[in-house]
């Protein structure tokens, strides 16, 4: 895998395309995470539309494993969540209903999120009540809580997410040893997302160098206007 001097020095071949001021490691390190950022969020938000996305965004992605056991309802998030993807929970019926015996164990493959604003609407709406067939998730703090309704008790709860996104940093130091890790860490991502942030990163650089000399003609020319 690419390490963040590889990356470095593949930004500053994008930026030997354009008229750009000397590219410094500190520099790096701010427009390539920030483009890390903006990469896994566009992707996100279309991870269950495009293909192409889930593959992208899979190098990130994380199940828990074994499922995390409910208490109330209510289970706290892994230590490096990020964004929620899907989410499963297993549940036991406490009544007979319907096919369901009395201690039957259903897995409820897809639960959709109920956002905090939606829930009293929820609970006086009686068609959209939580029930076993129109179980909801939703997030508080660092908790996540599950509601599939009076006649169900939620068991486990199994999360697909994002993880909290790698920081990838190069020293600025040229006393330090690149070969260490700590100074000089590796890019965990498949090589064809790596030249996008590559680019990315050369993107960034640019637009905020342009927006500082925009400022900088703007300054000069209500200067001159005084």
Same mark, same amino acid.
């Given at each position: 895998?690419?390490k963040?001097?590889?990356a470095?020095?593949?930004v500053?071949h994008e930026?030997?395309?354009?008229?750009?001021p000397?590219?410094?490691?500190?520099?790096?390190?701010?427009?390539?995470?920030?483009?890390?950022e903006?990469?896994?969020?566009?992707?996100?938000?279309?991870?269950?539309?495009?293909q192409?996305d889930?593959?992208?965004?899979?190098?990130?992605?994380?199940?828990?494993?074994?499922?995390?056991a409910?208490?109330?309802?209510?289970?706290?998030?892994?230590?490096d969540?990020r964004?929620? $993807?899907r !989410?499963?929970?297993?549940?036991?019926? =406490?009544?007979k @209903?319907?096919r369901f015996?009395? #201690?039957?164990?259903?897995?409820?493959?897809?639960?959709?999120?109920?956002?905090?604003?939606?829930?009293?609407?929820?609970?006086?709406?009686f068609?959209?009540?939580?029930?076993?067939?129109?179980?909801?998730?939703?997030?508080e703090?660092g908790?996540?809580?599950?509601?599939?309704?009076?006649?169900v008790?939620? $068991?486990t !709860?199994?999360?697909?997410?994002?993880? =909290?996104?790698p @920081?990838?940093?190069?020293?600025? #130091?040229?006393?330090?040893?690149?070969?260490?890790?700590?100074?000089?860490?590796?890019i965990?991502f498949?090589?064809?997302?790596?030249?996008?942030?590559?680019?990315k990163?050369?993107?960034l650089f640019?637009?905020?160098?342009?927006?500082q000399?925009?400022?900088?003609?703007l300054?000069?020319?209500?200067?001159?206007?005084?």
């Open positions: 895998m690419a963040a001097l590889d470095y020095k593949a500053q930026l030997d395309k354009h008229a750009s000397t590219f410094e490691p500190e520099q790096f390190n701010h427009f390539f995470n920030s483009g890390v903006e990469y896994f969020a566009e992707n996100y938000a279309r991870y269950d539309v495009l192409k889930v593959d992208d965004v899979r190098s990130v992605v994380k199940t828990t494993d074994p499922p995390l409910l208490t109330d309802k209510k289970v706290a998030l892994p230590a969540y964004h929620i $993807l !989410v499963h929970v297993l549940g036991k019926f =406490t009544q @209903v319907g015996a009395l #201690n039957e164990e259903f897995l409820f493959k897809r639960v959709e999120r109920r956002l905090s604003d939606e829930q009293g609407y929820r609970e006086e709406n068609y959209l009540r939580a029930s076993h067939r129109s179980p909801y998730y939703e997030l703090g908790n996540i809580i599950v509601d599939i309704g009076p006649k008790t939620p $068991l !709860v199994t999360i697909q997410y994002i993880k =909290t996104l @920081v990838i940093y190069l020293s600025p #130091n040229p006393a330090d040893d690149l070969n260490q890790e700590a100074y000089n860490t590796t965990p498949p090589t064809h997302v790596y030249y996008e942030l590559v680019r990163c050369a993107d640019i637009e905020n160098i342009e927006s000399r925009l400022a900088g003609r300054q000069l020319k209500q200067m001159r206007a005084e």
